[in-house]
C-alpha cells in the first residue's frame, strides 16, 4: 500500500460490505476483516499430516488491538457473539487444557455467500 505520510502504528478495515452483512454492527465487520487478514496470514499448516487447517490461536486481546482502540472488549466479545450467530465465525477450545485460548475459524463460504446475497449494494 503506498503511503503520503510514513506510519509506524497499525492499522484496522472496515467493509461497507462487511457492515452490511453484519447488520450495521461496526465493530463485527472490523473484526472481520481481521480474521480475514489472520485466515490468509496465520492459519496453520498441521505439521503432523501436512493438511491446511484454517484454526486460528488469537488471544481476545489481541483481537481488541486490531481495532486499534476504536471499541473496548466487552464490545468485541458481544460482536463476535454475532459473528458466530450468523455463522461467519466458529471457535473451539484450544488443545491445550492448559490454554484457555480460543481457537477461531474464519467461515469463507458462508460470508461469501452472504456478500453475493447483497446484490451488489455496498
Known amino acids: 500500500m503506498k503511503e503520503l505520510i510514513h506510519h509506524t502504528g497499525n492499522y484496522s ?3 461497507s460490505d462487511y457492515v452490511q452483512i453484519c447488520g450495521g454492527d461496526a465493530c463485527a465487520a472490523q473484526i ?3 480474521f480475514e487478514h489472520w485466515t490468509w496470514c496465520h492459519a496453520d499448516w ?3 499430516s501436512l493438511i491446511y487447517t484454517p484454526w486460528v490461536h488469537i488471544p481476545i ?3 481488541v488491538e486490531s481495532l486499534c482502540g ?4 466487552s464490545k468485541v466479545i458481544e460482536s463476535l457473539k454475532v459473528l458466530k450467530a450468523k455463522g461467519f465465525i466458529e471457535s473451539k477450545p484450544s488443545p491445550d487444557p492448559m490454554d484457555r ?3 477461531y475459524k474464519f467461515n469463507t463460504e458462508i460470508i461469501q ?3 453475493d446475497n447483497l ?3 455496498a
Open 13 to 15: 478495515i472496515i467493509r
Open 70 to 73: 476504536t471499541f473496548k472488549q
Open 119 to 121: 446484490g451488489g449494494v
Open 61 to 63: 486481546n489481541e483481537i
Open 113 to 115: 455467500t452472504a456478500l
Open 32 to 34: 472481520l476483516a481481521s
Open 46 to 48: 498441521d505439521q503432523d
Open 101 to 103: 485460548t480460543l481457537l
